[in-house]
């Protein structure tokens, strides 16, 4: 029996609201807007057959343009506010795709915006091990492992640190070596891939994603510090240059 091929759509959402760093999807990064190195980014990849770009602002669109992207995808106010979810704009955009007749993917990448500093060979290694175990998992998000351990963190309560790991005040324990606790790792914004049939059934990665370890840094902006940094990866060789 021939394997059907498994079709990726790429989906950059850039939304225009943010609050830390006022309009930071357009803000410049060695000369280009920071919106376009995940387009490029999508565009080098050859295992990526449709990039779409969505946004609430028509300006960001015309700036989108001038990068090619297949599918200019005018988001709704609604879904783009700090309170709309990942899945309340991937269904709006799945809703877009069947409105105008277009092919469903089987899977959607996406890359977004504010992670500027990107390297294809793990774009195309996510997407390659994805697809070959694609019946073994919902999702796929890129990840990388924290300098400490989460288990050693705090919140406050009462005045008072209370270990995140018990609830509990009394954090002796937490000044055991980091060698005796888990590794841990956070999103770093570099590729999350979602299968289109999540969003028929109401979710978005599901139970059972698989958590692609990177090596390299990716920045991921949310604050003026952080594009103070990406402006200083960016000029390394091995990142995706615009």
């Known amino acids: 029996m021939i394997k059907k091929k498994l079709t990726v759509f ?15 999807n357009i803000i410049k990064i060695s000369g280009a807007p920071m919106l376009a190195y995940s387009i ?9 057959d449709k990039i779409i770009f969505s946004s609430d602002s028509k300006k960001y669109l015309k700036i989108a343009k ?16 700090s309170k709309a979810t990942d899945y309340d704009f991937l269904r709006e955009i799945y809703s877009y795709l069947k409105k ?19 390297i294809v060979r793990d774009i195309n290694n996510s997407i390659n091990f994805f697809k070959k175990n694609y019946n073994k998992f919902s ?15 705090f919140y406050i309560k009462n005045n008072k640190l209370c270990s995140v790991m018990n609830n509990s005040y009394n954090i002796d324990r937490l000044n055991l070596p980091k060698e005796k606790f888990k590794k841990t790792y956070y999103g770093n914004g570099c590729i999350d891939i979602i299968k289109c049939s999540n969003l028929k059934k109401g979710i978005t990665h599901g139970n059972k994603v698989y958590g692609y370890i990177t090596k390299n840094i990716y920045v991921d902006v949310d ?3 952080d594009i103070k940094l990406a402006k200083y990866f960016i000029k390394d060789k091995k990142y995706i240059s615009v």
């Open 10 to 24: 790429a989906i950059i959402p850039a939304r225009s609201g943010s609050k830390n760093v006022k309009n930071k």
């Open 40 to 48: 490029v980014a999508a565009r080098k990849s050859k295992l990526i």
């Open 66 to 81: 001038r990068y090619k992207p297949d599918i200019l995808h005018l988001r709704s106010k609604k879904n783009s506010t």
């Open 100 to 118: 105008i007749n277009s092919l469903l993917p089987d899977i959607f990448v996406l890359l977004r915006p504010n992670t500027p500093t990107r």
């Open 139 to 153: 999702a796929l998000r890129s990840v990388s492992q924290m300098s400490e351990t989460s288990y050693k963190t």
């Open 223 to 225: 604050y003026i510090n």
